[in-house]
Nanobody
Framework: QVQLVESGGGLVQPGESLKLSCVAS????????KAWYRQAPGKERELVAR???????NYADSVKGRFTISGDNAKNTVTLQMNSLKAEDTAVYYC??????????????WGQGTQVTVSS
């Protein structure tokens, strides 16, 4: 079993910064994708940032230039540095990890989610 534990969420004012952390534990051996998603009330879950195995990062247009995703394989962590936060960034943020178990099988894991609220 793989578990993803998130931390770092909270209440901040517009323009401030937060750093989300995700620690993965369990049977981790071949990570294919590390990512952060978010879901605001009444909206579908959306991709925020992603690191595929190639190392090239992808960001949602709404967060480009403000958010940075990074990973540390040695520590089994994924972080999301969020700068210049806006009210529209308010959502529950989820850590996501995908790993390849065989040539043709893969498994996906989600964190429990951490609330980020940006408000004056």
């Amino acid at each position: 079993q793989v578990q993803l534990v998130e931390s770092g969420g909270g209440l901040v004012q517009p323009g401030e910064s937060l750093k989300l952390s995700c620690v993965a534990s369990g049977n981790i051996f071949s990570v294919n994708i590390k990512a952060w998603y978010r879901q605001a009330p009444g909206k579908e879950r959306e991709l925020v940032a992603r690191i595929p195995s190639s190392g090239n990062t992808n960001y949602a247009d709404s967060v480009k230039g403000r958010f940075t995703i990074s990973g540390d394989n040695a520590k089994n962590t994924v972080t999301l540095q969020m700068n210049s936060l806006k009210a529209e960034d308010t959502a529950v943020y989820y850590c996501y990890l995908e790993q390849i178990t065989t040539f043709y099988n893969k498994l996906s894991y989600w964190g429990q989610g951490t609330q980020v609220t940006v408000s004056s």
